[in-house]
């Protein structure tokens, strides 16, 4: 054998175990840090491993530095805690497989409020035709909140959300299936300038609290191209949050597209430059909506909702400044944040109820509410559709059924 050929080798092995043991690698796979990927044994600690990897890799002339959490195959992760910042300017996780919570709530090893959360990590990048199974129906029966056990006091745990994102700037998560989150889907707090489209999200609609995405405290976000079916909002917009454009939404079962709720127990609370385009609503409780508490003070201002499809949706448009959550024992309270420059454009299809259009305003009343080619008929045959409001202005042209408060023009 040649010397040359010896060195060559020598060369390939070194360089092999080189990259195994991480130095210069920019691809990482969570089956190489011992996960099991069979569903059955914890691969949470095998997935820290990999991420820290990642994190602490340099975006070399590969790009991009990734973890791959591969097909074909199922990991059973509890909850995990994933922080940057990163070494490299942006991570990205790519899911093709399937990640699993605990099956039972008595099985989570701690209380959480996410499952799997991100922490300020900038130009996080999550894709993958992959699955996030928060295996929540047992979650979702009377009481069945975790009574766990640590350090020998027991704790009483509120059920997690699936997937959370806090402080994590130019966000892109893409592609994902979500299912069954013990508590809403997916969580979004304090990120500005990201994206997220290509999503499933599924519950049952009959499970309680399942909202599709969150949104709080956030800014300058895109969120296209997705279809979302759960227990509760398929989307909710909360406090702090403005310049959020949401397109192209199959919603259906759930709640519908939520602006709120906006200030409980009293808070400030403002939401604006809220849009929604080309958004679908396919027999959902509610279609477009605002809802505020009463004693709040604030503002919810410049919300359009157009183009929306309406398939026996049972309240499609609906402002309600007298949101109490289900409950009967809220305080009668005139106080409330002010809504003002909602605009309502190109609505067709169907009411399941008589009421399609409600404006239930409190004194201070809403302000500069313009509908325009707004055409809702009843779903069930011969049957009018109404509209009701109280201490409302603005203006409508072309709205069936019509709205007393507005002006028509």
């Not at 956030?218 to 279809?227: F, Q």
């Not at 604030?298 to 026996?312: C, H, N, P, V, W």
């Amino acid at each position: 054998m040649s010397s040359v050929l010896v060195s060559s080798m020598l060369f390939c092995i070194i360089a092999a175990s080189y990259f195994r043991i991480g130095y210069g690698q920019t691809t990482f796979n969570v089956l190489d840090y011992d996960a099991a990927g069979d569903g059955q044994r914890d691969d949470s600690e095998a997935f820290l491993k990999a991420w820290k990897a990642l994190c602490a890799a340099n975006e070399g002339d590969k790009g991009t530095p990734r973890l791959i959490i591969p097909a074909k195959k199922k990991f059973l992760f509890q909850p995990i805690k994933l922080s940057g910042p990163c070494k490299s300017n942006s991570v990205h996780v790519e899911i093709l497989g399937k990640v699993v919570a605990p099956k039972t709530p008595n099985a989570w090893k701690e209380c959480v409020e996410s499952w799997i959360s991100f922490s300020s990590v900038t130009n996080l990048i999550i894709s993958g035709a992959g699955e996030i199974n928060g295996q929540g129906s047992r979650w979702w029966t009377r009481d069945s909140n975790l009574n766990h056990v640590r350090n020998g006091n027991k704790a009483r745990c509120q059920r997690p959300k699936a997937l959370g994102f806090s402080k994590c700037n130019n966000l892109q998560l893409s592609g994902l299936t979500l299912a069954d989150s013990p508590k809403g889907h997916i969580s979004i707090d304090s990120c500005h300038n990201g994206t997220v489209s290509y999503l499933h999200i599924r519950a049952p609609k009959d499970s309680p609290n399942t909202d599709g995405i969150d949104i709080s405290k956030s800014s300058h976000l895109n969120i296209h191209d997705c279809n979302i079916g759960t227990g509760d909002d398929c989307i909710a917009i909360n406090s702090g949050s403005s310049h959020i454009n949401i397109t192209n939404i199959a919603c259906g079962p759930g709640h519908g597209i939520s602006v709120g709720s906006l200030g409980k127990n009293g808070a400030y609370a403002t939401a604006e430059e809220i849009h929604v385009r080309n958004c679908s609503f396919n027999g959902t409780l509610n279609g477009a909506r605002i809802k505020t508490w009463q004693g709040a003070s604030g503002y919810a201002r410049k919300i359009s909702f157009e183009q929306i499809t309406l398939i026996e949706t049972s309240n499609p448009i609906i402002i309600d400044q007298y949101y109490c959550n289900g409950r009967h024992d809220c305080k009668n309270l005139t106080s409330t944040l002010n809504v003002s420059d909602v605009t309502y454009n190109g609505f067709h299809g169907t009411s399941k109820n008589e009421k399609a259009i409600t404006f239930d305003c409190a004194t201070l009343g809403c302000v500069n509410i313009v509908m325009n080619q707004i055409n809702i008929t009843s779903a069930i045959p011969n049957k009018e559709t109404q509209a009701s409001c109280s201490n409302v202005n603005g203006t409508s042209r072309a709205t069936a059924p019509q709205v007393p408060c507005l002006q028509i023009y």
